[in-house]
């Protein structure tokens, strides 16, 4: 299961002052079996910030995001062994987060993929292989990832979920 996290979104009221507008754990969550999964906190269409909004996740969880957007999420990683050489399994969760075209299946592990973004990620807990092309490295907790449009997959080394706070900026909008 996924571990809820808190989200507080504030807002303005009529007259200028600030207020809390929600403060709970974030309904945007696409799990799958396996312990893996997409907490999105916030997300932007084209167009800007837009703060009239009263909750920017409001809309399906999948893994890129909105063309010429953003998504801000907390991503989970399944603890070390489970499900992650099962090639069927990994292509149903990237269809189930609307990226099976993202996914490469033939690659060298079955949970290679590239969206067309610029991501930020941090890691926050756990011990995680960062899995490329032609090289790997192992990443600690609050280091950092900064993700262009290349071909690569996770894979948690700890015996935990492995929790990875992420931005994605969508590159796509200008093709």
Same mark, same amino acid.
């Given at each position: ?21 929600? &403060?709970?754990?974030? *309904?945007?969550?696409?799990? +799958?079996? =396996? ?5 999105? !906190? ?63 299946? &033939?690659?060298?592990? *079955?949970?290679?993929?590239? +969206?067309? =973004? ?5 890691? !926050? ?51």
């Amino acid at each position: 299961m996924l571990k809820p996290i808190r989200r507080i979104v504030t807002t303005n009221t009529a007259d200028g002052r600030s207020r809390i507008l929600s &403060d709970g754990p974030s *309904p945007h969550v696409l799990e +799958t079996a =396996s312990h893996r999964g997409l907490i999105d !906190l916030w997300a932007m269409a084209e167009g800007g910030p837009d703060t009239a909004t009263p909750d920017g996740a409001d809309r399906p969880v999948v893994l890129a995001p909105a063309r010429g957007g953003n998504t801000f999420r907390i991503f989970q990683l399944p603890p070390a062994g489970v499900g992650e050489n099962d090639r069927v399994l990994s292509a149903d969760v990237f269809a189930r987060m609307g990226a099976s075209d993202a996914h490469d299946a &033939d690659a060298r592990h *079955p949970n290679m993929h590239c +969206t067309r =973004s610029i991501d930020y990620i941090v890691l !926050l807990s756990g011990r995680v292989k960062l899995i490329l092309d032609e090289e790997e490295t192992i990443l600690e907790p609050f280091d950092v990832v900064i993700q262009r449009e290349t071909n690569h997959a996770w894979q948690n080394l700890s015996d935990q979920p492995a929790q990875l706070i992420a931005v994605l900026i969508d590159t796509s909008a200008g093709v």
